[in-house]
């Protein structure tokens, strides 16, 4: 016998055939008008910076898909079996190493290469409780310019976006992945252990981070340098202190030189956004060298 889509039954059961993936949104015609103008005006504006728009593929072979992240994307990635060929596909949880593998492949010339894409994003896990599993992502990157130049480009358009998307009282998060990176290599860290302090640092647990550290054999003076990242966060007014606590060295002090170049930037192009610096933050450790920045 049919069900009958009339009976209370029958409508909770119509009900849950309707129900979406956990984390999973669509957008109803006022919010998609909104988000389309948002997605037109940003391109606009990177193409008035001169950044050219990629589209990488929504799904890749896993490998491929997680070159050059060290994995760090892996939990994050939903996979599936390609039925033509039978190989592991993984969907897209982050553009950036997709944009870097198109630059690096496709499009490396002479001169800087600058990108931009925005799209949508799958991840296996939302990245707080309750949050989406599907945000759209934005990005730019500017390739083959070294220089502090480069940094401060990326984060003026960075402000820039938040202004056009209408974001209020922004305050500007400034960290650079040198630093620990060099201070690891010093002290002669294994991976997992340098994964282990990765994450102590990220939640500044300065009593666990100690304990690790008690325990290593690693050159003394590196270790207490890495202990001491975790209470280097403030304003620009922390660089002067990295330089005192810090041991010597040019990986380090070239790091402390950038960022300080890159304050003094900001500052010269009129910006007056607070500016924190945090010298643990190390958010895309596994595939960034050097400066990282947000902001809140």
Same mark, same amino acid.
């Given at each position: 016998?049919?069900?009958?889509?009339?009976?209370?039954?029958?409508?909770?059961?119509?009900?849950? =055939?309707? #129900?979406?993936?956990?984390?999973?949104?669509? #957008?109803?015609?006022?919010?998609?008008? !909104?988000?389309?103008?948002?997605? =037109?005006?940003?391109?606009?504006?990177?193409?008035?910076?001169?950044?050219?728009?990629? $589209?990488?593929?929504?799904?890749?072979?896993?490998?491929?898909?997680?070159?050059?992240?060290?994995?760090?994307?892996?939990?994050?990635?939903?996979?599936?079996?390609?039925?033509?060929?039978?190989?592991?596909?993984?969907?897209?949880?982050?553009?950036?190493?997709?944009?870097?593998?198109?630059?690096?492949? =496709?499009?490396?010339?002479?001169?800087? $290469?600058?990108?931009?894409? #925005?799209?949508? $994003?799958?991840?296996?896990?939302?990245?707080?409780?309750?949050?989406?599993?599907?945000?759209?992502?934005?990005?730019?990157?500017?390739?083959?310019?070294?220089?502090?130049?480069?940094?401060?480009?990326?984060?003026? #358009?960075?402000?820039?976006?938040?202004?056009?998307?209408?974001?209020?009282?922004?305050?500007?998060?400034?960290?650079?992945?040198?630093?620990?990176?060099?201070?690891?290599?010093?002290?002669?860290?294994?991976?997992?252990?340098?994964?282990?302090?990765?994450?102590?640092?990220? =939640?500044?647990?300065?009593?666990?981070?100690?304990? $690790?550290?008690?325990?290593?054999?690693?050159?003394?003076?590196?270790?207490?340098?890495?202990?001491?990242?975790?209470?280097?966060?403030?304003?620009?007014?922390?660089?002067?202190?990295?330089?005192?606590?810090?041991?010597?060295?040019?990986?380090?002090?070239?790091?402390?030189?950038?960022?300080?170049?890159?304050?003094?930037?900001?500052?010269?192009?009129? !910006?007056?956004?607070?500016?924190?610096?945090?010298?643990?933050?190390?958010?895309?450790?596994?595939?960034?060298?050097?400066?990282?920045?947000?902001?809140?």
């Amino acid at each position: 016998m049919a069900d009958d889509p009339s009976a209370p039954e029958g409508r909770a059961v119509d009900a849950r =055939r309707w #129900l979406l993936p956990e984390g999973i949104e669509e #957008l109803l015609p006022a919010e998609a008008a !909104r988000i389309e103008a948002l997605r =037109r005006d940003l391109l606009d504006l990177y193409a008035s910076w001169g950044y050219e728009l990629v $589209v990488p593929p929504f799904v890749e072979h896993l490998e491929t898909l997680l070159t050059g992240t060290g994995h760090a994307l892996e939990p994050h990635t939903l996979k599936l079996t390609d039925p033509l060929s039978g190989r592991v596909l993984g969907i897209r949880a982050d553009m950036t190493p997709q944009v870097a593998r198109i630059e690096a492949r =496709r499009l490396r010339g002479e001169g800087p $290469v600058r990108l931009c894409y #925005l799209g949508t $994003v799958l991840r296996a896990r939302p990245e707080w409780p309750g949050g989406t599993r599907s945000p759209l992502q934005v990005g730019c990157e500017l390739y083959g310019h070294a220089g502090v130049e480069a940094d401060l480009e990326v984060v003026l #358009l960075m402000l820039e976006t938040l202004g056009a998307a209408g974001v209020p009282q922004v305050h500007l998060d400034l960290g650079h992945v040198g630093i620990f990176r060099a201070l690891a290599r010093r002290a002669g860290l294994d991976g997992d252990t340098e994964e282990t302090l990765f994450e102590l640092l990220q =939640r500044k647990a300065r009593p666990e981070l100690a304990a $690790v550290l008690a325990g290593l054999d690693g050159e003394r003076a590196a270790l207490e340098a890495i202990a001491a990242l975790a209470g280097l966060h403030g304003g620009p007014e922390v660089l002067d202190e990295a330089r005192r606590v810090l041991p010597a060295g040019p990986e380090v002090e070239d790091a402390l030189a950038r960022l300080a170049a890159l304050v003094e930037g900001l500052a010269r192009h009129g !910006r007056r956004e607070p500016v924190h610096v945090d010298l643990a933050e190390l958010r895309g450790y596994r595939y960034h060298t050097g400066i990282v920045f947000g902001a809140f």
